[in-house]
């Protein structure tokens, strides 16, 4: 729990890197201590770093547990705290231990949106509604490590929950078989419904959309994401269209299909589908009000591609591709920052306008409206040195750590401010790096950025 006690998972958001640690310790509680659901130990959040530069804790200063000074009260992840409620519930469900939320600092405690600690509310409660699913909690996927993606699931007969989690920077797929291994029993028809992020998306199984025990289902998960879904049995009977892969809804008028209150990612492509009433006709469709080109899958069927409006910049947005023979050295590549991502910035500091002082800005989780540029690389040295530059100039380049000095075991990577940089312009970055094992380097991502969705459809 204490940040300098464990190696992190290399991550800029400390939520992120516990849940992280959570899920991988509580894989060994589960499959090599056989530890049952009802105690396997949960922990939401993070624990502030006690230490100071001098490697001492101020608390003790005194000599009589009295703190002389207020140390660390401002510490709250913003943008990680969420992955690490689901990541708890997925993992230790009976047992959702809040190690802080925010309420040391009144900043953050008068800024915290009604919204946030509802959605908050809403998980815990769900975790104790769900109580008997989560006793059935098992892991899939394998331990969390880099390179993978993992998860859990927790299913009772033909119906259940999927939890999946990517502790990567770098966008990942997740496959599993829907099969005895994953807890599934039933062998009828079932349908896959998405909780997390975007809630009521049904997401259709490849071919015909429907999910039988033992079809395999594959899903991308960007970089630091989770994604939670439903199992459930589907009706034997169709008596309406149904919409697959974003949420709203779809209906027939006439020989006319509509859908309804469909939104994306922006600036991506989505294939979507309909699923619809044996021996139905039909001659258009439209998508929010736009008519779009469509094709027949069989007889009960239709399928169409929406492009959404907007610039695309995913959330943990990757420079560059990975490459897995990379052993170090200079690498080179391009950004350009929609303007989009500037105006969430600005927002994000309208709605969290924490006065943050110097020491704030040495902890990467904090002043989550700066555009960071992170270099993850798997099992970081902090002896390393690296080198960036944007158009040919020098930018500054940091070391993140975990704890809130430099702590060698606590260091998680390289990372620079790139805030003022300008949108929509092309921007030459090169970096070096020290030499490194084959694979080592994960990539260099943007981060800060949250997925944003548009029901606009592009022209």
Known sequence: ????????????????????????????????????????????????ARNDDTGSMPESAMGNDTMPVRFRPRDWDLLGWRYSVLSTVAI?????????I??????????????DAEWMRRWLRWAADHKEYLRHTRTILGQPAIGKVDGTTAIIGDRGYIFLFNPNGRRLSASMRLDSASGLVSRG????????????RLIGAPGDGAWTYGKTLSLELD???????????????????????????????????QVTGASGEAGMTEELAVL??????????????????????????????????????????????????????????????????????????AAWPIPWTPDDYRSTW???????????????????????????RPVEIRKAYTAIRSAGRTFVG?????????????????????????GQFQGLFVENIETEYTDVIAR
Do not use: C
């Open 189 to 200: 028809r079932f349908t896959l419904r998405e909780l997390y992020p975007r809630e009521g």
């Open 414 to 438: 390289f990372y620079a401010d790139v805030s003022l940089l300008s949108p929509d312009r092309e921007y030459r970055v090169e970096l070096v790096l020290p030499a490194l094992r084959a």
């Open 1 to 48: 729990e204490q940040p300098e006690s464990f190696v992190p998972f290399p991550d800029l958001h400390f939520d992120r890197v516990s849940a992280d640690r959570e899920r991988y310790t509580a894989y060994r509680y589960r499959n090599y201590e056989f530890a049952p659901s009802e105690i396997v130990p949960g922990f939401i959040t993070h624990q502030t």
């Open 223 to 257: 970089g630091g994401s989770a994604t939670v879904l439903e199992l459930l049995p589907t009706p034997a009977t169709a008596g309406s269209a149904v919409l697959l892969g974003s949420p709203g809804s779809a209906a027939l008028s006439g020989e006319v299909l």
């Open 276 to 349: 619809l009433p044996k021996g139905s006709v039909v001659r258009t469709v439209t998508v929010n009000g736009r008519e779009v080109t469509f094709s027949r899958r069989g007889d009960d069927a239709v399928v169409f591609s929406v492009r959404w409006d907007g610039a695309t910049f995913r959330h943990y947005q990757q420079l560059g591709a990975f490459d897995s023979t990379f052993t170090g050295g200079r690498m080179a590549t391009t950004l350009t920052i929609p303007k989009r991502v500037f105006r969430q910035l600005a927002e994000r500091r």
């Open 102 to 115: 925010p309420a040391r600092d009144s900043a953050e405690f008068q800024h915290f949106a009604s919204r």
């Open 92 to 100: 230790a469900g009976w047992n959702n231990v809040l190690n802080m």
């Open 366 to 392: 904090l002043a989550p409206e700066r555009l960071l540029l992170f270099v993850q690389i798997a099992e970081p040295d902090d002896r390393w040195d690296a080198r960036l530059e944007i158009d040919g």
